[in-house]
């Protein structure tokens, strides 16, 4: 079993549109949850970031985390064009290297 | 204010060839953490290091991969021999302190590609 499994892409919906990004993960030692967007040819930007339990809103991007569960999600309200980019999910513990989700392809259409 | 910088953008190299790439952390960050992409796979961890320290190399492959991070200057990453299964994206990110209170931030990566 995989460390952190992500929801295999890829994702199409258009604009506007409520996108619902998942990763769940098998060890209890995470305890730092982040998102990172990355463009194609481009480094993985940084999202959202999270250490506890239920949610993050930032803007059209809330983050939900639950640790009882071993589950987090992403969601981004009113998707724009721009949106379209990889969403990847990383958690990390107290070693501080960032473990990812494989990634998921979001494209939002005019 | 400026970001994570790694050169080169792009590198080719002949199989046994060396690679060399470097990494300059966002000012005011001690902490750097290489990952490797390969062409449809999710980022993996190499090596985490502090100015002149290793503090974690488990993700680095046993042999031809060195990284360090001197006192004055990059990090730098290297590959010595290259073999095509080498060809990926590497990227470095930067923290200043623990990322259990600060985040990593990436540089753009370095395309490396092993003909």
């Given at each position: 079993q995989k460390?952190v499994?992500?929801?295999p892409?890829?994702?199409?919906?258009?604009?506007?549109?409520?996108v619902?990004l998942n990763?769940?993960y098998?060890?209890?030692?995470?305890q730092?949850?982040?998102?990172?967007?990355?463009y194609?040819?481009k480094?993985?930007e940084?999202?959202m970031?999270?250490?506890s339990?239920?949610n993050?809103?930032?803007?059209?991007f809330?983050a939900?985390v639950?640790?009882?569960?071993?589950?987090?999600?992403l969601f981004i309200?009113?998707s724009?064009?721009?949106d379209?980019?990889?969403?990847l999910c990383a958690l990390t513990?107290?070693?501080?290297k960032?473990?990812?989700?494989?990634g998921i392809?979001l494209?939002v259409?005019? | 204010?400026?970001?994570v910088?790694q050169n080169?953008?792009h590198l080719?190299?002949?199989r046994?060839?060396?690679?060399r790439l470097?990494?300059?952390?966002m000012k005011g960050?001690s902490?750097?953490y290489?990952?490797?992409?390969?062409p449809?796979?999710?980022?993996?961890f190499m090596?985490?290091?502090?100015?002149?320290?290793i503090i974690?190399?488990?993700?680095?492959?046993k042999e031809?991969?060195?990284?360090?991070f001197?006192?004055?200057?990059?990090s730098i990453?290297?590959?010595?021999?290259v073999?095509r299964?080498?060809?990926?994206?590497?990227?470095?990110a930067?923290?200043?302190?623990?990322v259990?209170?600060e985040?990593?931030?990436?540089?753009?990566g370095?395309r490396l590609?092993?003909?």
């Amino acid at each position: 079993q995989k460390e952190v499994e992500q929801d295999p892409g890829p994702l199409s919906v258009p604009e506007g549109a409520i996108v619902s990004l998942n990763c769940t993960y098998s060890n209890s030692a995470f305890q730092y949850f982040m998102w990172y967007r990355q463009y194609s040819r481009k480094g993985p930007e940084l999202l959202m970031y999270t250490y506890s339990s239920g949610n993050k809103e930032d803007g059209r991007f809330t983050a939900q985390v639950d640790k009882s569960s071993k589950y987090i999600s992403l969601f981004i309200r009113d998707s724009q064009p721009s949106d379209s980019a990889t969403y990847l999910c990383a958690l990390t513990g107290a070693n501080s290297k960032l473990t990812f989700g494989k990634g998921i392809t979001l494209s939002v259409r005019p | 204010n400026a970001g994570v910088m790694q050169n080169p953008r792009h590198l080719v190299r002949r199989r046994g060839q060396e690679a060399r790439l470097r990494c300059s952390p966002m000012k005011g960050h001690s902490h750097v953490y290489w990952y490797r992409q390969l062409p449809e796979e999710g980022l993996k961890f190499m090596v985490y290091l502090q100015k002149e320290n290793i503090i974690d190399e488990s993700g680095m492959p046993k042999e031809r991969f060195s990284a360090e991070f001197p006192k004055e200057g990059p990090s730098i990453l290297r590959i010595q021999q290259v073999v095509r299964g080498d060809s990926a994206a590497y990227f470095c990110a930067s923290s200043p302190r623990y990322v259990q209170t600060e985040t990593q931030y990436f540089g753009p990566g370095t395309r490396l590609l092993v003909l």
